[in-house]
């Protein structure tokens, strides 16, 4: 029988869980093999990232994808039909030479992300295999980490906080169910807490509770609270972590909190985010600097030594060689990985590898809008990444991700190891040195 080859290509517009129009792309394959595609999309967005295609007008706010359509219509499903699915690389680089942008900005950033992952579950599909089996091939399984909100700030909430992810991390869970069973008593105990103070006003975009605090801190010791009146020990039981996302608030070494109606310089964003550390059982932060400020990045890192994953979201795009050159800089220790925030499956599986192979954290990630998709459970565990953070536990399209590698886990059983905090790079930096390419040693 002859390998199969991409057949037809559909697209349409669906809906994210904003309600917004995203683009979802459905291959189906010559031995009748499907796979479908959905493209997320981010509130707060690094400068780098591939660009989404939208409409603009009037019509839905301006976020219809039509444009999408029409170019996946036209341009690349002919360019792709014909093609070995299981080539991804082959694949993933034909949809960055028809586009031809850096920022994947002429064909769209959604329509090549959903075109992507799409073809990735066809090929899966058509070998008969779970998607994070045919990624994970031979390997040895790892379950991730999970890393979930429990109040969303910034762009995720009206920027009610300048912080734009409050999350836990269960640091003595032996299994992903049982880090969920934290998690769960964790998350109620601190809606309580909100009701009982009259401060609960719904939940943010990624399902965490709505902050209605008078200042950032506020949030930080109400999680403390929390994870106290749920019966379990700070800094044990559950550690926290923050996305500050600082990208949206700051610029040039400035940055401008909003909430709290003062203005820090870089020096005085270190100070206050080390003695956060000090103060509470912080073990991960997330962009704590903006974009542009290698220099905020590279002396907190620093200044947290080996008691911190720092991670570069915005600042990192999912790109491979950011990862080496923050490497080179100790500029950050991890890397949080988005498909959509490179474009392709092929850039995505590239910086994580990157991540990965110079003792990095790798984090696969949700977006703020997201769908019932489950494709990044699937890599995190297929491209053995570690940790894994979808948002917060509740909403349908958060707890479709967090179900389905609870489903993975009972599936694998004793085959597969459970991440733990040994897939942070506080644990992961110990292992044997490795060569980038300009021969510095990581």
Known sequence: MSEPVIQSLVARRIWDSRGRPTVEAEITLSDGAVGRGIAPAGASRGTREAIDKRDGGKRFGGFDVQNALQGIAAEIAPALT???PCDQ?????????LDGTPNKARLGGNALTAVSLGVLHAAAASRGLPLWLY?????????????IQIFGGGAHAGRRTDVQDFMVIAPRAETFAEALEVTAEVYHAAGKI????????GVADEGGWWPAFSSNEEALETVVRAIE??????????????????????HGGRYRLGLEQRELDRDALTEMLLQWCARYPILSIEDPFA???????????????????????????????????????????????KVNQAGTVSEAKAACDEGRRLGFGTIVSARSGETEDTSIVHL?????????????????????????????????G???????????????????PVETTSGWRA
């Open 229 to 250: 009146r749920a019966g379990l020990v700070p800094g044990e039981d559950v550690s926290l972590s923050l996305d500050v996302a600082a990208s949206e608030f700051g």
């Open 194 to 201: 909100m009701a009982e103070r009259g401060l609960l006003q």
């Open 135 to 147: 990624c994970l091939g031979d390997k040895p399984a790892i379950i991730p980490l999970p890393e």
């Open 89 to 97: 690389a082959a694949i993933d680089a034909r949809l960055v030479a």
């Open 414 to 432: 004793s085959k597969a190891r459970f991440a733990g905090l040994d897939e942070m790079p506080m644990r992961r930096q110990a292992a044997k």
């Open 291 to 337: 974009e542009d400020d290698d220099k905020g990045f590279a002396q907190f890192t620093d200044a947290v030594g080996d008691r911190i994953q720092v991670i570069g979201d915005d600042y990192l795009v999912t790109n491979a060689s950011r990862v080496r050159e923050a490497a080179i800089r100790r500029s950050v220790n991890s890397a949080l990985i």
């Open 380 to 412: 995190a565990i297929g491209w053995s990444a570690g940790q894994l953070k979808v948002g917060s536990f509740a909403r349908s399209e958060r707890m479709a991700k967090w179900n389905e590698a609870l489903r993975v886990e009972e599936a694998l």
């Open 82 to 84: 014909g093609l070995d």
